[in-house]
């Protein structure tokens, strides 16, 4: 349908699931239909803050299973603590939902590996939150490393003093 409204649920509804939401409504399209948190502060706070920008409460959960299982959705924000994010992700796909994922994507490489086959054999639409990866300082790594000019690495510590909206 061309004037569909895509009908979101969010997982994790702290800082970061609420700037995923506000993001999702200033980009329009959407309707955050159900959140979920097991703080009930959060939880309480988040539903009053989007009934006051979309005009319309959500649904609250405090179980992400449970607002799968009872929501109607099309896609689900993943915003939940990173050491969740494997399981909310594996849910989402098992109920046929396209799914932004926070970063990390998983806290092990076995647990990473697993969420690709899923996210391959699903056929859904998942996007990773690595947004910062694409700013030109990296790219500027990426590239000095490609080239060789960095020699053989045996190992790699990283510090990032990232300021959003600036320019060093």
């Not at 569909?4 to 999702?24: C, Q």
């Not at 959705?73 to 989402?92: K, M, S, Y």
């Not at 998983?106 to 590996?113: F, H, K, L, S």
Request: aromatic share 6%.
């Amino acid at each position: 349908e061309e004037n569909a409204v895509l009908r979101l649920g969010v997982i994790g509804v702290g800082w970061y699931g609420m700037v995923d939401a506000k993001a999702a409504l200033e980009v329009g399209g959407v309707e955050v239909a159900a959140i979920c948190d097991v703080d009930s502060e959060h939880l309480e706070k988040s539903a009053a803050e989007l009934q006051q920008l979309q005009g319309k409460r959500p649904q609250t959960f405090k179980l992400y299973e449970e607002m799968l299982d009872a929501a109607d959705l099309d896609a689900v924000i993943i915003a939940g603590p990173p050491q969740w994010h494997a399981l909310h992700l594996l849910a989402c796909l098992k109920r046929d939902l396209d799914v932004y994922c926070e970063k990390p994507l998983a806290y092990d490489i076995r647990e990473g590996r697993a969420m690709v086959d899923a996210v391959r054999q699903s056929g859904r639409i998942v996007q990773i939150g690595f947004q910062r990866r694409q700013h030109e300082s990296f790219q500027q790594a990426r590239e000095f490393i490609a080239a060789g000019e960095a020699g053989d690495i045996v190992q790699v510590d990283a510090q990032i003093h990232y300021r959003a909206g600036t320019k060093d």
